[in-house]
DNA sequence: CTCTAAGTTGACTGGCCAGTCAGTCCAGAA
DNA sequence: TTCTGGACTGACTGGCCAGTCAACTTAGAG
């Protein structure tokens, strides 16, 4: 056999030379032209371990995910607190760093490919449900230690990940009225509402320290 | 002059066509010839009114927006209490009938051209805005009327329109972890959340459900 | 009736780009 | 050293489609 395989490797830059492009331009606008450029090879060797630009999209889709999920597995070891964990969790999808907002705009880009996808709607689907069993066992967990309030924790799981899809997305679009600052408030105001005993926001009082943030 | 001018209905026909093309098949695959032949007319009528691609969507979008809210005017009228009000709104956002479905499309489809076109995010900007006011503007009565709990209003209005968004999209890709079902489920907890002396919940207590308002 | 111009048509073109392919390169096996 | 086959290249092609345009239709003005 002749030199040894290169796949992974090449597999791996040309993915990110693809999530880079879509982040930058768009899936619409994309041209395999673009990714082997940015990727520092030929639009053969693209085709060559890619069949169809489908084929490249779809593995683009999976690996920012896999990605994604990898960069946070660290969280998981530093914050054993449910509270904190969790804070942590949501602080990290904020918009905030280049990566992240990159990864948050491939996501965009799936959501709307797989509108009309049924195979990406798999993929949301899975990924979607990892993401979501993860918020809902750390609430679990905070209420077993009588840290969060007893609510449903698949319908906080689905209400704060719904929020920050939501959020972020205004975030990434630009918006005066939703920047990253009023998305960080926003999401804290929440979380402290979720937990039990927070002393900043007694919930009966209305216009604590919190809610100002958000308002600015 | 010669005919009367048609120019205010063939318009309308085919920003229509356009709006049903893109909920069909995405922005991404719609041709010009698809829009045409949905308006019952030819690809150069499209072109007669609409000098570029560009220009149609842009149009399509602004349009679908004028539309939702005409759609929803007579809300205002129907349903003078604050939280029924607001509970209307809610309820009409959620995706459930074709016509919903398909503006939530629209929507979407604009979001993600948005992110690399900043004609569209100024459109974003000032739709969302409009959004945001006024489901601010009605937690605010409700807060006036001692109907609704005293959050923040610009805080909870975020929150919620957040959270509707993101969990639409959820819904629109077909999700089984989050159908229309568990959607309005979700949406009706929150709300209920919201309001002031609602029995589900006591405030204070950890199942408060001043709290959960933001919490969901 | 004739003239005018808005409105409409669909064939056509020019550019773009996914995917193909014939050929090159090269690391290691024999 | 030769041979093998995986890796890589980039010119090329075939199809697609936005946008153009010359020709036509029609409704009202004069």
Same mark, same amino acid.
């Given at each position: 056999?002749?030199?040894?395989?290169?796949?992974?490797?090449?597999?791996?830059?040309?993915?990110?030379?693809?999530?880079?492009?879509?982040?930058?331009?768009?899936?619409?606008?994309?041209?395999?032209? &673009?990714?082997?450029?940015? #990727?520092?090879?030929?639009?053969?060797?693209?085709?060559?371990?890619?069949?169809?630009?489908?084929?490249?999209?779809?593995?683009?889709? +999976?690996?920012?995910?896999? *990605?994604? %999920? +990898?960069?946070? *597995?660290?969280?998981?070891?530093?914050?054993? &607190?449910?509270?904190?964990? %969790?804070?942590?969790?949501?602080?990290?999808?904020?918009?905030?760093?280049?990566?992240?907002?990159?990864?948050?705009?491939?996501?965009?880009?799936?959501?709307?490919?797989?509108?009309?996808?049924?195979?990406?709607?798999?993929?949301?689907?899975?990924?979607?449900?990892?993401?979501?069993?993860?918020?809902?066992?750390?609430?679990? &967990?905070?209420?077993?230690?009588?840290?969060? *309030?007893?609510?449903?924790?698949?319908?906080?799981?689905?209400?704060?990940?719904?929020?920050?899809?939501?959020?972020?997305?205004?975030?990434? %679009?630009?918006?005066?009225?939703?920047?990253?600052?009023?998305?960080?408030?926003?999401?804290? !105001?929440? %979380?402290?509402?979720?937990?039990?005993?927070?002393?900043? !926001?007694?919930?009966?009082?209305?216009?604590?320290?919190?809610?100002? #943030?958000?308002?600015?």
């Amino acid at each position: 056999m002749p030199r040894p395989s290169v796949e992974a490797e090449r597999r791996e830059q040309i993915l990110s030379a693809a999530c880079e492009v879509v982040s930058e331009i768009g899936f619409k606008s994309l041209r395999i032209a &673009d990714v082997a450029g940015r #990727a520092g090879t030929s639009s053969g060797t693209v085709h060559y371990y890619f069949d169809t630009k489908t084929a490249l999209m779809r593995a683009a889709f +999976e690996w920012n995910f896999t *990605r994604s %999920l +990898e960069r946070r *597995r660290h969280l998981l070891e530093e914050h054993q &607190d449910p509270p904190q964990r %969790l804070r942590a969790f949501v602080e990290s999808y904020l918009p905030g760093d280049p990566e992240t907002v990159r990864a948050w705009h491939v996501w965009a880009e799936l959501w709307v490919e797989a509108l009309h996808d049924p195979d990406l709607q798999e993929l949301n689907e899975q990924v979607y449900g990892e993401w979501r069993r993860l918020v809902a066992s750390i609430v679990r &967990d905070g209420q077993d230690a009588g840290l969060f *309030r007893d609510e449903d924790p698949v319908v906080v799981a689905n209400a704060l990940i719904g929020m920050i899809d939501g959020l972020a997305l205004q975030v990434l %679009l630009g918006s005066r009225s939703m920047t990253l600052e009023r998305m960080r408030a926003v999401c804290e !105001q929440v %979380l402290r509402s979720l937990t039990v005993g927070s002393s900043a !926001q007694p919930p009966l009082d209305g216009r604590g320290a919190g809610s100002t #943030a958000a308002t600015a």
